[in-house]
């Protein structure tokens, strides 16, 4: 009897025995068609076995294994496992949130797009096979067989020579998993055309580092300030491995807002076949690109997050660039560290993994501290001209501001005008953006699905809110008390550029945010009109802070930073700083001296002190004894029970619970959990959230009990409509 255990897309974590006699150890890690309640579904097999522990006449039979495509490899499965684990998220779930959809639907590989190739390999099985499997009768089979036994394989040329029986006979043996496709590489010189920048000592010192130790795991954070030229180090390793035939991931952010990189890589890699994930791809491209770096034919994969998830038979290297982005984190679903699952991957694999930031995480900062990461540093700009910009805090409590300008940067923008160089006028949307707000009565236009202020759109004259979208007119006079004197409150986006456009009539502003670049293309267009230099001043928000080189960028204002260091998120400021130093390095990249003014009323707060003297160095010191003395992350471990229902009651009441079954178990004593809270967006999309935080100084405790209180915890009457998850490493409290 041959059992396979398969892994199902359902919301429970186990696995399910299935009958198929035609199964051998060569499909683990491959799809198979399965029935499961009243419906055939896809399946992963995980593992095959003689027995099952149903009864023999609750085995159902499987259906059609997928022997087109080669199987999922066992570090993958295992990297699956692992996420299964240490993120309490069903196996099952964890694989088809990785997998491309079109590998999941059983569908064939599309067929290959211009300029590609499939040929046919024999896979163990058909290697172990000889001509006495196929009955003498059976001549065309015989043929193929011994054609391929010869050979190992049928090119693609061939394939299409083939006349149509033969080529129903290649399909039948695919079906029997003697033959698999594999995408012909296309040409494979790695070596460069763009001439390269002599890497200044800093960067020699790096990348021979990095190179010395490359035949083993080997964490690097690799930290420099902006303009330091990380990319070259990056560029350099990945040239000296890609040498060796060995394959590279590189984990960005967010593909639309960092083109750059994938730029530059092409570029010093034409003969490389690069292949680029990220979520503007449809099925049919995400699958063509999984399967090309499964075959070991890429020999770059730059992506966003999902991209970890990636079979890479010869894997040497991963880089992490912009390592402490949040965007690394998935938010829904399985909530996934793409930063920490590529560390996992690294150890796994035995191989060398480049995190690299300006402004590292305090997490792994702290552990390139403690010696568990090894710290690379650059601390000079790599440009030889280029000097760092010079930062300088207006004092709000002392100088004017009208329309959220003072003075002082009117005069900066005037200045950079009359010397034809580009500005850049940042808006911290975190926690400020212009709301209505009534003048009489202090009434403040909400969201009636979420409990957040809704945010005035000036242009559209419409008030919208960034937690759900919902979108309303702006009122005309105010509902509570009728004063028709309702006024934008606050400075977005739109009501700078209003003010700027005032100031400036015959600058050319260019206004940057979630909202001009909504269209796909928009952003593209944008970025080539600076560069054209067709833009005098740009107004914007975090999007320009991230990684782009501006060279006639002379000048960058900062007008709202304080809100954060308000804020109730212990990582506010963490986030604040780094996005500082990040815009503050757009200016002055190139040949011309940057400035940067930020406009506050703490002038001598730590954060700015720090800034000034662009020292991450000491910020970070700072903030990690904060956070050791605090007893935040990364000095402890934490896991946060969220929970969300029509009724706030009712969602803390399932936390409180929960809360009760854990408490009963006494020997979870180096774990401590709170007591449940009201989100601090209590109201999202209609629902009321709660949620009830643990913590823990050891890792391996937190996790322990984790496990033993999830198969406790029972599940919430179905009648008040609770949905519950839980996130590990939360970056969002
Ligand atoms: P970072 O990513 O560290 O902010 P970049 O990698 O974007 O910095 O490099 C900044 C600029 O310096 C780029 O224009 C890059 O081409 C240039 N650059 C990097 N290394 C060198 C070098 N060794 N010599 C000259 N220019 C360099
Ligand atoms: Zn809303
Ligand atoms: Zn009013």
Known sequence: MTVVRVALDVPVNQLFDYLAPDANATDIGRCISVPFGNRQTSAVILSICETSTLPDEKLKNAGHINRSVPPLPQSILELFNFCSHYYHYPIGQVIMNSLPVLLRKFKQPAHPTSGQYIHRVLTSVGKSLSLSDIPVRAKAKRQLLSLLLEHGMLTAEICKTMSPHARRLLHEFEELG??????????????STTPAPVPTAEQTHAISEILNNAERFTPWL?????GSGKTEVYLRVAAALLAQGEQILILVPEINLTPQLEGVFRQRFPGTNLVSLHSGLNNSERLQGWLRA??????????T????FTPMPKLGLIIVDEEQDHSFKQQDGLRYSARDLAIYRARQANIPIILGSATPSLESYHQARIGRYRLLQLRSRAISQATLPAIRCIDLRITPVQEGLTGSVLDALRYCLARKQQSLVFINRRGYSPVLLCKSCRWIATCKRCSSRLVVHLRERQLRCHYCGDQQPVSPACPQCGDPDVLPFGHGTQRVEAALTHHFPDARILRVDRDSIRHKDAWQKMLDRIHRGEADILVGTQILAKGHDFPNLALVCVLNADASLYSTDFRAEEHLFSQLMQVAGRAGRAHIPGTVLIQTE??????????????????????LKERKAAGFPPFVYLAVLRAEAPALVDAVEFLQQAATVAVTAQEYSRVQLFDPVSAQMVRL?????????????????????????????????????????????????
């Open 222 to 226: 690799l930290n420099g300030i902006t």
């Open 178 to 191: 003697w033959v698999e496709r594999v995408i012909a590489p296309l040409e494979k010189t790695v070596f």
């Open 602 to 623: 703490l002038p001598q707060h730590p954060l700015y002190l720090a800034l000034m003297r662009q020292d991450y160095a000491l910020y970070a010191q700072i903030q």
């Open 294 to 303: 499964q075959q070991g034919e890429a020999g770059i994969v730059l992506g």
């Open 305 to 308: 997050r999902l991209a970890i």
């Open 685 to 733: 999309k209609g629902l009321e959230r709660a949620q009830l935080l643990i913590q823990s100084r050891s890792r391996k405790h937190l996790q322990t009990f984790l496990g033993d209180w999830l198969r406790h915890i029972t599940a919430p009457p179905a009648r008040k409509k609770i949905r519950w998850h839980l996130d590990i490493d939360p970056l969002i409290l």
